[in-house]
């Protein structure tokens, strides 16, 4: 089956920094998305990004379908930016959207 | 508009008890899904509903878990008997059509479970 693998688990920056997050995945990708789940268990959809680069304000994503992954970049970080950043992707052969474990992301003021 | 509605927000219960929740999906969205989500992972789809046609419940544990979404539109998800390694959060999302079809996935809150 789909498997999604992202890097690093665990980050720590301080206020003001940039970071780069990654997203591998095995098939080949029909829905890859970007989500954001805050320190109160809310998840909120990022990006919808099969392939290309899209911004949203500080943050951008830029999916390689050909290589088979997304990066996740936050310039400028601020500690609202904390919490538990997914990717998830489904195939093509269904709409199982897979997750990976994610990356926690902590700014520190 | 409102979003995902999802009840009850917190639930303790002992084993072997039952509980239900509850899901108010997003106006006009035809794909409901339930998933879990054990502390530290990513969500894990439970099951996927098309209208009130389950279409996915290939990672429902069916002899405790059982879901049903009337009339297409808001949905329950029961566990009966509960267990201790059910404590998870429960996940309701839905989104527009088949995400396949580059439609976005909403999700709720979460009912937080935690079994004692």
């Known amino acids: 089956g789909i498997q999604v693998e992202q890097s690093p688990p665990d980050l720590i920056l301080q206020e003001g920094a940039n970071s780069t997050l990654r997203c591998n995945f095995s098939?080949?990708?029909?829905?890859l998305q970007w989500f954001h789940q805050n320190p109160w268990g809310q998840l909120i959809n990022l990006f919808y990004?099969?392939?290309g680069t899209k911004q949203n304000g500080r943050l951008s994503a830029t999916t390689v379908a050909t290589e088979r992954y997304s990066l996740l970049y936050i310039s400028s970080s601020q500690t609202t930016d904390s919490g538990v950043y997914f990717c998830?992707?489904?195939?093509?052969?269904?709409?199982?959207?897979?997750f990976g474990k994610g990356t926690r992301l902590h700014i520190l003021p | 508009e409102a979003g995902v509605v999802q009840s009850p927000r917190y639930k303790i219960i002992e084993k072997k008890q039952p509980v239900a929740f509850w899901c108010n999906p997003i106006?006009?969205?035809?794909?409901l899904y339930w998933y879990r989500q054990n502390l530290g992972q990513g969500p894990e789809l439970l099951i996927r509903?098309?209208?009130?046609?389950?279409?996915?419940d290939s990672q429902l544990p069916k002899d405790r878990f059982s879901a049903e979404r009337l009339k297409g539109v808001d949905s329950t998800l029961k566990i009966q008997p509960a267990e201790l390694g059910d404590s998870a959060v429960y996940l309701c999302?839905?989104?527009?059509?088949?995400?396949?079809?580059?439609?976005?996935?909403?999700f709720g809150e979460g009912s937080w479970l935690t079994v004692v």
């Open positions: 990004i099969p392939s």
């Open positions: 509903y098309e209208n009130e046609e389950a279409v996915d």
């Open positions: 998830a992707q489904d195939g093509n052969r269904d709409d199982k959207i897979i």
């Open positions: 106006s006009g969205h035809n794909t």
């Open positions: 999302a839905s989104s527009l059509d088949q995400t396949s079809s580059g439609n976005t996935i909403y």
């Open positions: 098939d080949s990708v029909n829905n």
